[in-house]
């Protein structure tokens, strides 16, 4: 698939600069406070443009130390600035730097590879829709090999964190690329992958998951819950458990709402019902034992919060607060989108 760059994007840069070189949270109830701070700091000014101006060039230098310096730069702008006029002036040139840093760094150099990751999410989140999938496109190929084959957790972390900020923003490149969700799903089963990757991949799988029908996705899914369930007993990565949590709770609320369109029980085909899963979850909501303080105290909260949406039949809700207004966005997908945004 072709996606050409924005249509206003007229560069004056040479043609040949181009070269080939705390998890305490949960995303089932998150809290997002956007006060005057935030608000103000969405305009840039004239002299922000002109300093990022003076880095552009520096992201195609050929040492690495300059080029991560470049980055930090772009990635604290991007991060309090809106850059959107910005990115479409300098959309290719920016891109073509990012691909090919992108493909130096990431089985040799971790840190810069974190740093461009960085900068893509930030660019596909500015930019959104057609403009967001056209920037990420050139980038696919890279990211399925690095998530097959680079053994660098945080690299990989951030590969996922990257393709699950993408499609709150309206970027469809994976949306019906089915060999990628297979990807991801070999990933997050496979046993011998660290568990802190697995549940990067799978919880880019359960953002690609919340996008399809949900009756077709039921019907070709519904055996994963038991792999799922599996897992959630023998892991012992607390990440892991609550992604796992998180994907079993959205599936038997997914059943629940569209029970009467399917023509199949999902706990006969799977062999799971939600007595069991509870039982399950009741263990992992008084678990002081298995893990580090904190990253314990974050899964209590959490196995607690998805024990009430499968008694209850609830949706969960994103809550956030502007000024001193507090919001409420419900549903399994609005959540989990908002999240991965915030992550």
């Not at 919880?203 to 369930?229: C, G, H, I, M």
């Amino acid at each position: 698939m072709n996606l050409p760059s924005p249509s206003n994007t007229r560069l004056s840069r040479n043609a040949d600069d181009s070269t080939d070189e705390d998890f305490s949270d949960s995303s089932i109830s998150s809290h997002i406070s956007v006060g005057t701070d935030m608000i103000n700091a969405l305009y840039m000014p004239a002299n922000v443009a002109n300093i990022l101006e003076s880095y552009i060039v520096d992201l195609k230098d050929k040492t690495s130390s300059t080029r991560c310096e470049a980055l930090q730069k772009f990635n604290e702008t991007f991060r309090s600035k809106f850059c959107n006029e910005y990115l479409q002036e300098n959309f290719d040139y920016l891109q073509s730097a990012c691909v090919n840093i992108f493909r130096r760094s990431y089985n040799a150099n971790p840190k810069e590879c974190l740093e461009v990751l960085q900068l893509v999410g930030l660019s596909c989140v500015t930019l959104t829709g057609k403009d967001a999938c056209a920037f990420l496109h050139p980038f696919m190929n890279d990211f399925e090999d690095a998530i097959r084959h680079t053994e660098d957790v945080e690299v990989v972390k951030s590969v996922c964190q990257v393709l699950s900020a993408c499609f709150p923003v309206g970027c469809d490149a994976l949306d019906e690329d089915e060999e990628f969700f297979t990807l991801l799903q070999d990933s997050w089963t496979e046993e011998d992958k660290d568990d802190e990757i697995r549940a990067s991949c799978l919880r880019a799988w359960l953002l690609l998951a919340v996008q399809k029908e949900p009756t077709a996705f039921l019907t070709e899914y519904n055996s994963v819950l038991w792999d799922l369930y599996q897992l959630l007993e023998e892991t012992e990565s607390v990440p892991f458990r609550c992604t796992l949590g998180e994907t079993i709770s959205f599936m038997f609320n997914l059943y629940l709402e569209n029970s009467d369109l399917l023509e199949t029980d999902l706990e006969d085909e799977s062999g799971l019902d939600i007595e069991t899963v509870i039982t399950l979850f009741n263990g992992f909501s008084g678990d002081f034992r298995t893990g580090k303080k904190k990253k314990l105290g974050g899964q209590r909260k959490i196995f607690r919060r998805l024990i009430d949406l499968l008694e209850q039949s609830w949706d969960p809700e994103f809550k956030f607060k502007i000024r001193k207004t507090m919001f409420a966005v419900p549903g399994w997908q609005r959540v989990l989108e908002l999240e991965s945004l915030r992550e």
